[in-house]
């Protein structure tokens, strides 16, 4: 029988790769598994919450009001973060201002609680996406210049896909391993050790109702596409769009249009963190032009065009 790790067993293992490192960031990595681990529990009910359960008023035994998933997910990685100590200051999603610890913690950490939250209460994937990157304001608080700083200072970062198993995947800048939870046990187990993916797809992922609003290249790859036979693929979750792609091969698109010229998706809590992964795994990420890495972000909540996956496909969709 061939070894089983646990993510506790590699974490501990790889602290070391983490240069000035005393542990902190081990700790965070643990919070971030219990937390993902509580919210794979409650996703595994969502339907059972929204259809059966919350059928009377939408009111839990206590008379208190169910709270929407990704409510509860981002309440819950913010309080497991809180009591751990190692971050001082969290962007989310979820929040409209940073969220402070006060605490002398020497990370930040920018997050989408919960991605996929119209896939909630129809058994469709979900997932939740982290970054962390250093502080490097000085004074009593964090600042926003700590959340504005390129992708490429990411520390770490990572997902967690609630899919037909929960996965956590996580990179620290040295490759990228992913973890499967085995629910009989409650532990993550290493299962895809050193990602890597194809640099040549068959797969694209692009919300294709928004064809007509797409530029003239972006038609054109997605015609070139369908000419070459390719699957199309989109759940709607970018995190499990992103992680078949990543596994298989592909390129997923969120491309802007004349009425949204930087798309949906956000620079700090999807395309960042993600971009860091896909390139540690050796894919690319850009906004169509340019690097997602290199952007210097100026506000929280800021949105960018996103072209993500495998090198070759990358290149051909944003060509012209
Ligand atoms: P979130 O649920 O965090 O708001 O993110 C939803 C995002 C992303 O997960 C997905 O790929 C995209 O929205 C889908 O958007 P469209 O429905 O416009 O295709
Ligand atoms: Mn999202
Ligand atoms: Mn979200």
Redesign the pocket.
Known sequence: MSEIKTLSEFIVERQGEFPGATGDLSQLLTAFRLAAKIVSREANKAGLLADILGAAGNENVQGEQQQKL?VYANDLFIRMMRTQGAVCAVAS??NDDIVHFDNGGKYVVTM??????SNIDVNVSIGTIFSIYPRVSTGPKATLEDFLQPGSKQIAAGYIVYGSSTMLVYSTGHGVNGFTLDSSIGTFCLSHPQMTTPAEGTIYSVNEGNYLDFSDGVRSYIDDCKKKRMSARYIGSLVADFHRNLLKGGIYMYPGTAKAPNGKLRLL?EANPLAMLVEQAGGTATDGTRRILDLKPTELHQRCPLYIGSKNMVAAATKS
Do not use: A, I
């Not at 989408?112 to 939250?117: I, K």
């Open positions: 990704d999603e979820e989408d609680p919960l991605d996929g939250s809590y």
